[in-house]
């Protein structure tokens, strides 16, 4: 009978929906029968029937195939587990993919939500570690799905940012990489940075402001949070934050010097941010040598000296 219908849905122009149809009932006859090969195939014919019938009721079917292979994954072991959990981030990351090829977004906003759509994708599964203590197999499968996700998203976006939400879905997947941790032997803080950075200079893209302002603003940001994490070293969890931090905060600042020039620096947001960072340098270096006493000041002299040579001394007359 499935083999007549499908046959004569070619003749008579219904055979999305007759295929459609087929696997959903196929599903069901897999359910009941307790079979994953008829249940696996009629998934496959329903999700080729909606993809004939257009992107939404194909990303609708991809994610039905998500929630299925998740659920199936979650009582599988061995090879099973993995072909199954691989298949649902793969159906998750195409439903997406349909969803914007339906939704038809310009290239600015489909890339601001899909940084903001992997982004919290990053922040639920961090949140689940935390909490429900998920297999390692599952926290690697979906931060890889994040990971692309949230790289497409600023390949997508580019240099057409025209809003804050693409900073804020880099923001959102950086937190949601510090609340992993780590993925098995593999420790992900610097990833965390490196993403939270990406995120602050997506938003300066976005403001616009003078060379001034980004590199005075950018020197105060990264000496905060040097000096923040610093403060906490004694904490176990910021412990592993300290050089990650440290590393990613002093780039910045570098690389907004370079951008800038020196004739950006025109007032004293630098110098106190060049000093902010050589201070949370001295917290975190254990003080076993002498020359590390000094890194406080020699921070501060650095920094009062790039002050001098930018700033204007005429306006004060």
Known sequence: MAGVAMTGSFANDTTPEIWLGFGALTMLVGLWRRSRIVGDSGNAIAVIGAGALGPGPLGLALAATTIRTSLISGRSEGSERIAY?????????AAWAAVLAWQD???????????????GLAVAIGAAKRTLHPPGDWTAAWFALAAVGSIGAAATVGDAIDSWLPAAGLALFAIGVGLIGDIGPVRLEAVSALALGAAWFQFLEYAAWSDPDQLGVTALAA???????????????????????????????????????????????????????????????????????????????????????????????
Do not use: K, N, Q
Request: charged share 10%.
């Open 105 to 119: 977004w310009a290239r600015s906003d489909a890339g601001s939500y899909t940084a903001l759509a992997f982004g």
């Open 223 to 317: 000496a905060g949070l040097a000096l923040a994490v610093a403060g906490l070293r004694r904490w176990p969890v910021a412990t592993r934050w300290v050089w990650p931090a440290l590393c990613v905060s002093t780039a910045a600042v570098v690389v907004m010097v370079l951008h800038t020039g020196i004739g950006a620096i025109t007032d004293l947001r630098t110098a106190a941010g060049v000093a902010g960072l050589s201070i949370a340098a001295h917290l975190a270096v254990p003080v076993t040598h002498p020359a590390v006493r000094l890194a406080p000041m020699v921070g501060v002299a650095a920094g009062w000296c790039a002050a001098l040579l930018g700033l204007d001394f005429d306006r004060f007359e």
């Open 85 to 93: 959990l691989t298949a649902s981030v793969i159906s998750a990351g």
